[in-house]
């Protein structure tokens, strides 16, 4: 069964910095993509950043590069995201996803709120 965990979320003043982290299992998470997506109040769920699986090519919302950068440790079947210079409009609960055996995999969400 695949699980994805997130955590690291938190409360941050305006220019500061949280790293989220998503802990895998169920699946050869090595072989496979993984992608943060956010959903903020009264707004729909927007992709935020993905990495591929061998190449490790990274990909970014326009919203976020240059302040986000999105890493995996596949020793420890995790994906990250760093955030740096958050902005109010960075508040949104974050998900992690995969897509694996031709199915949508979402963790619960963790909640990251930008707030002097």
């Known amino acids: 069964q695949v699980q994805l965990v997130e955590s690291g979320g938190g409360l941050v003043q305006p220019g500061g910095s949280l790293r989220l982290s998503c802990a895998a299992s169920?699946?050869?998470?090595?072989?496979?993509?993984m992608s943060w997506y956010r959903q903020a109040p009264g707004k729909e769920r927007e992709w935020v950043a993905s990495?591929?699986?061998?190449?490790?090519?990274?990909s970014y919302a326009d919203s976020v590069k240059g302040r986000f950068t999105i890493s995996r440790d596949n020793a420890k079947s995790t994906v990250y995201l760093q955030m740096n210079s958050l902005k109010p409009e960075d508040t949104a609960v974050y998900f992690c996803?995969?897509?694996?055996?031709?199915?949508?995999?979402w963790g619960q969400g963790t909640q990251v709120t930008v707030s002097s």
């Open positions: 169920g699946f050869p998470f090595s072989r496979y993509a």
């Open positions: 990495i591929t699986s061998a190449e490790l090519s990274t």
């Open positions: 996803y995969a897509w694996v055996n031709r199915r949508n995999s």
